[in-house]
């Protein structure tokens, strides 16, 4: 049985309406014709012998990823001055190449979170020529100063020979699709540089260019920032300390914008070689940490204004996200001026949903858990299982027939298990897997593993749930107000996994449905849930028909914490 059967002109219609998974405008539109990133990135010393790359590989398309991305060390690039090395360079290419791979290039030139730590020796020693950044109290950290002319030839003419080189070996931009210049870079112990010469530019006047983009951009302004500069009066001239006020967000600032006009000298020659997709990388400052206490100035989402005026090359600021509250990282950027890219992020068991979640909510771009090489087979697969479904949605999504009309994602844990999505006058209500009462892990006292995917609307009344770890009922709006007037006045029922009430429910009062509205033609039921899976041209295709204990005998649609599928359901009203 085929599920797909929807008329010619329903299709037509659909297809009038289709979105796709490239609706945001960024700062260069290049990235909006780019497939999506299935990604994974290697850990940090993962590339530094030819045959760790020759190993890795293979097994990272075992994985499903369609893009690795793998750091290029300026440490091995340019080991002596002047002198290049290419053979790392080469063999990451060629062995993406062989793997039907794409690869994303870090460049990890003169900062690597916040450090220079990957400068060759030769740099390193001469803190003559290259100075380092140094705290209020003079102390030398082991940071380049970005104020320097000299670190950034040095680091330039490294940078410039790899992409020349990537000209030489991947003209056509088949292989390397993108290159992130640097590497989560930030100041650390202080807010800003104290060397001589960033204590002259601190107290010069802010520059123009960027007074000019936050008027240009005032309405699209992060709050912080847009609250930072009315609190000291929108002044357009003066020094930074005159225009945004006296404080270390205001060192943070000036040290964005520098480490911005340092990255744009980078991000110009790349692009004018080539039309690889650009991207700068930020750590959060999460846990109430200021200035000074992560690596501070990063393309950090308070600072994207900074950012977009200083370097307006770079296509994408991304969040490198590690800590709790993913979600909300997400959407701090996933923003009308810049599409949401996710680098890194902590390869684990959760790492699958959240990728759909990415996907499915915020149209992003691409997601990659960090050090997938080393991560356990649970966690690797994990990822795989998700990428596989992804495979699946993209196939139908570049389907001429395509006809996907809205989309959204969904993500649950032990704290946030609910969300109820009002679509028209239907409401998903999409829960944990774990909210079954009759699921013996629900009452685990451990953190739940995370569930939930993406719900993708191809008609009136038909959906497609994909992923793991989530239940969704569906309803008539109607039907949900009424439901939620029985829970506020205690009056509700709940059903066991047979469908009788749960035990202690049932006091033995008759059951008084007087109070009921008049429902006719008001209800929603399922009319059948199909557990499909789509070809590479984007065709759907019956794999299992789900009901009776499968759909709580049509109550409901569910995909267990186990699992991962594809689920196409089809509603109707009585
Ligand atoms: C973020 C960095 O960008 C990575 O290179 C790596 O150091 C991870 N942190 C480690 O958690």
Request: aromatic letters at 10%; hydrophobic letters at 40%; a neutral charge.
């Amino acid at each position: 049985m085929n599920t797909t059967n929807l008329s010619l002109k329903k299709r037509l219609l659909t297809l009038c309406a289709a979105v796709t998974f490239a609706t945001t405008v960024c700062a260069g539109n290049l990235v909006d014709g780019m497939p999506i990133v299935l990604g994974g990135e290697l850990s940090n010393s993962a590339a530094t012998c030819v045959e760790d790359i020759r190993e890795v590989m293979p097994r990272m398309k075992k994985a499903g990823l369609n893009t690795v991305l793998v750091p290029v060390y300026w440490e091995f690039l340019e080991p002596q001055e002047g002198k290049f090395d290419y053979s790392l360079l080469d063999t990451m290419v060629d062995e993406a190449r062989k793997n039907n791979l794409r690869i994303g290039i870090l460049w990890f030139g003169a900062w690597k979170n916040s450090m220079s730590c990957y400068a060759p020796l030769w740099f390193k020693q001469d803190t003559k020529r290259y100075p380092r950044a140094v705290t209020r109290s003079g102390k030398p950290l082991e940071i380049a100063s970005c104020f320097s002319e000299n670190v950034y030839r040095a680091d330039a003419a490294a940078f410039t020979a790899m992409v020349d080189r990537l000209q030489e070996i991947d003209a056509d931009q088949k292989v390397v699709s993108m290159i992130q210049i640097e590497n989560e870079i930030g100041m650390l112990e202080d807010a800003r540089d104290h060397s001589p010469e960033a204590n002259r530019l601190f107290a010069a006047d802010v520059p123009e260019a960027l007074i000019r983009h936050l008027q240009k951009n005032r309405k699209l302004l992060h709050s912080q920032l847009a609250e930072k500069w009315q609190q000291n009066g929108n002044k357009t001239r003066g020094s930074w300390e005159q225009v945004f006020g006296s404080d270390i967000y205001t060192d943070e600032m000036f040290m964005a914008w520098h480490y911005g006009v340092y990255v744009e000298r980078l991000a110009k020659i790349a692009r004018s070689r080539s039309s690889r997709m650009l991207y700068v990388n930020a750590a959060m400052n999460s846990r109430g940490r200021k200035p000074g206490e992560y690596p501070s100035a990063g393309p950090l989402a308070h600072l994207k204004d900074v950012w977009h005026a200083a370097a307006p090359t770079i296509d994408i600021l991304a969040p490198d996200i590690y800590d709790t509250g993913f979600a909300s990282w997400c959407s701090q950027y996933a923003l009308a001026d810049n599409r949401l890219f996710i680098p890194e992020s902590r390869c684990c068991v959760n790492s699958g949903v959240r990728a759909l979640y990415a996907f499915g909510e915020h149209d992003a771009l691409g997601f990659s858990p960090f050090a997938i090489d080393q991560a356990s087979p649970q966690e690797v697969a994990a990822v795989t299982n998700s990428y596989k479904l992804m495979e699946q949605i993209i196939a139908l999504y570049n389907n001429r027939y395509a006809y996907i009309i809205n989309k959204w994602g969904v993500l649950f844990d032990k704290d946030s298990k609910e969300r109820v999505i009002t679509d028209g006058a239907a409401v998903l209500t999409c829960r944990h897997y774990f909210t079954l009462p009759w699921d013996p892990r629900a009452n685990s006292s451990s953190a739940w593993q995370e569930g939930g995917g993406m719900i993708l609307k191809l008609a009136a009344d038909e959906y497609l749930v994909v992923g793991n770890g989530i239940v969704v009922e569906f309803a008539t709006e109607y039907e949900k107000k009424y439901e939620k007037e029985r829970q506020q006045t205690g009056t509700e029922r709940k059903l066991g996994e047979d469908g009788f009430l749960l035990a202690g429910d049932n006091s033995g009062k008759a059951k008084n449905d007087n109070a009921a509205p008049k429902f006719k033609g008001q209800r929603m039921g399922i009319g059948f849930v199909d557990e499909v899976e789509t070809d590479a041209n984007g065709n759907m295709k019956f794999l299992r028909r789900h009901n009776g204990d499968q759909s709580h005998q049509g109550r409901h649609v569910r995909i267990s914490v186990d699992d991962w599928k594809i689920l196409h359901v089809r509603l109707y009203r009585y």
